[in-house]
């Protein structure tokens, strides 16, 4: 089957996880999931999901990942006490390893791809500095950040906030101007979450679909798009590398 885009709907329903109470620092929450797109050869995973409030153990934090927080509020707690918080509208980068422990005082929804490779043991980080990354959507590149021109000679603007250990996964913040591209295979998996703008992404397989400020979008690697971003369009963005 070849790959397609993929719309992430916060409406999409989910099917309840059953859990183990041993998981939890809290008392056993209700929590739910719906899987979008997976490569269990790669230990990537990409969906919607949520949770009655909770708290998890500390650590090592079980993979990278990326949310964008659709509802609710989270922190991200180390073993002194030190956290780094998040609400609805932003989103957070997380590093695998971290000795750090999810927290949520009330009801939390978040679209989110992780990344685990299922060949590579978890590393185990000596301190969580740095590894929980806030994703602030009133962020805007500037031209202090990485600049370059598209083909036909649009400006687009690139601020990588958050790279993995393993330098599979980046996190950044991105915009063009107005640009339409040739169709092209996408060369990297991206889940991207629009902040200003819009963008038209035609596909081999059905209608084009457009895209503009909090949609939540997945471009698995190989996806054959054309872009049509007919004024501005700014994005988080976090892309995965295959092997290879």
């Known amino acids: 089957m070849r790959p397609r885009l993929l719309r992430l709907d916060p409406a999409t329903p989910l099917a309840p996880l059953d859990l183990d109470p041993a998981d939890f620092l809290s008392p056993l929450p209700e929590q739910g999931i719906h899987v979008a797109f997976e490569d269990p050869a790669l230990g990537l995973k990409v969906g919607l999901w949520q949770s009655s409030p909770m708290q998890e153990p500390f650590g090592p934090y079980p993979g990278d990942e990326v949310v964008f927080i659709l509802d609710g509020a989270f922190a991200m707690i180390d073993g002194q006490g030190r956290g780094t918080s998040a609400h609805m509208g932003q989103g957070m980068a997380l590093r695998s390893g971290a000795p750090m422990s999810w927290m949520q005082p009330g009801p939390l929804r978040k679209a989110f791809v992780t990344l ?27 031209d202090a950040d990485e600049v370059s021109r598209s083909d036909s000679g649009a400006k687009q603007r690139d601020r990588v906030v958050f790279t993995n250990d393993a330098g599979t996964m980046t996190v ?48 698995p690697a190989g996806t054959v ?10 994005k988080h963005y976090a892309a995965i590398t295959p092997p290879g």
């Open 116 to 142: 685990l490779p299922p060949d590579a043991p978890v590393p185990r980080l000596p301190d969580a500095r740095g590894a929980a990354v806030v994703l602030d959507p009133a962020d805007r590149p500037t």
């Open 172 to 219: 950044g913040l991105w915009d063009t101007e107005a640009l339409t591209t040739a169709a092209y295979p996408f060369p990297y998996h991206e889940l991207a979450r629009v902040l200003e703008g819009s963008v038209t992404l035609h596909g081999e397989d059905g209608p084009p679909q457009t895209f503009g400020p909090g949609d939540i979008f997945f471009i």
């Open 225 to 234: 798009t054309r872009w049509e971003v007919p004024t501005y369009l700014c």
